[in-house]
Each structure stands twice: as C-alpha cells, then as structure tokens.
Nanobody, 127 residues
Framework: VQLQASGGGLVQAGGSLRLSCAAS????????MGWFRQAPGKERELVAG????????YYAGSVKGRFTISRDNAKNTVYLLMNSLKPEDTAVYSC?????????????????????WGKGTQVTVSS
C-alpha cells in the first residue's frame, strides 16, 4: 500500500494550497481518509476526515470554514483545499487511511489507529 501526498509549499498568509494524496495497493473506497498535521514541538493532530463515499466530512475547529476535504474514488485520491491560510497552519501534512472507523465517527480518528500512512508534505505559511 502506498499513499503519496503532494501539493505542499510556501505561501503567504491569506493564500491557498491544495494537497493531494494518491493511494495505491488498496481498495480505496473501503477506507475512510484523514489529513493530519504536525507542527514542530507539537503532537500530530487530525485536521479533516472524510467517509468512504465522500458524503460525510469532519473538520477540526481550527480549520472549519477554511479547509475542504474531498475524494475521488475513481482516481483513488483524497484532496485538502486550504484557503485563508494562517502562519499557525504551518506543519507537515500527512494523509492516512483507516478501514475500521465508521463514517459517523470520523472525529475519533487518531494517529495510532490508522491503518496506512503517506509521507508528509511540508506547508509553510509566512506572515
């Protein structure tokens, strides 16, 4: 199984980025997907999650209204559109897949409970 994240970079505050995570080696539609981030000196946190069909989403309070998670099961890809970026959004962003989490409980996804992880992509927001 491989999860390949891309799309990170350096952006000014107020700007936008779209992250992509392409999956292979698994039946993508059987997995809920999550985007996590880890800033220096901080624990990894769940940013957004999406159910298997894409119809249900969850956002952490710090990003709600600014970030949008989506997925394309035909392309085995999950996306994270990040608007109105703030310096505090600076972190390494990683995608992860979990087969066990129910769609109704996306908010409960935790780093140590995910089945598969992709390599992170750095997002840096300058002030």
């Amino acid at each position: 199984v491989q999860l390949q994240a891309s799309g990170g970079g350096l952006v000014q505050a107020g700007g936008s980025l779209r992250l992509s995570c392409a999956a292979s080696g698994l039946t993508f539609s059987n997995y809920v997907m999550g985007w996590f981030r880890q800033a220096p000196g901080k624990e990894r946190e769940l940013v957004a999650g999406i159910g298997r069909s894409g119809g249900t989403t969850y956002y952490a309070g710090s990003v709600k209204g600014r970030f949008t998670i989506s997925r394309d099961n035909a392309k085995n890809t999950v996306y994270l559109l990040m608007n109105s970026l703030k310096p505090e959004d600076t972190a390494v962003y990683s995608c992860a897949a979990d087969r066990r989490t129910a769609t109704q409980t996306l908010r409960t996804m935790k780093p140590d409970g995910m089945n598969f992880w992709g390599k992170g992509t750095q997002v840096t927001v300058s002030s």
